[in-house]
């Protein structure tokens, strides 16, 4: 999926990431902007967890819903 696509759904990605880690702010989700690389850090962040968990924790949620992919490449590099 490219960049622009997910940048399109994701007011609505927003509601679903926001039910799974509830600590994270609409700063955060604001500077997520649909990039994994940027929700890991935030998981991590906010929810005290370890890289791999965050991975893990993400991969699920991704599992869970397919119709919602993350950009898999941080574009602000």
Excluded at 45 to 57: I, S, T
Aim: net charge positive; charged share 45%; aromatic share 6%.
């Amino acid at each position: 999926m490219n960049q622009d696509r997910i940048q399109g759904r994701w007011k609505q990605l927003k509601g679903k990431v926001k039910e799974q880690w509830g600590r994270l702010t609409e700063d955060d989700l604001d500077v997520i902007a649909g990039r994994r690389d940027q929700l890991l850090g935030r998981i991590q962040q906010r929810h005290g967890l370890a890289r791999e968990d965050a991975v893990r924790d993400a991969s699920d949620w991704e599992k869970r819903n397919p119709d919602f992919r993350l950009d898999p490449t941080d574009k602000s590099r």
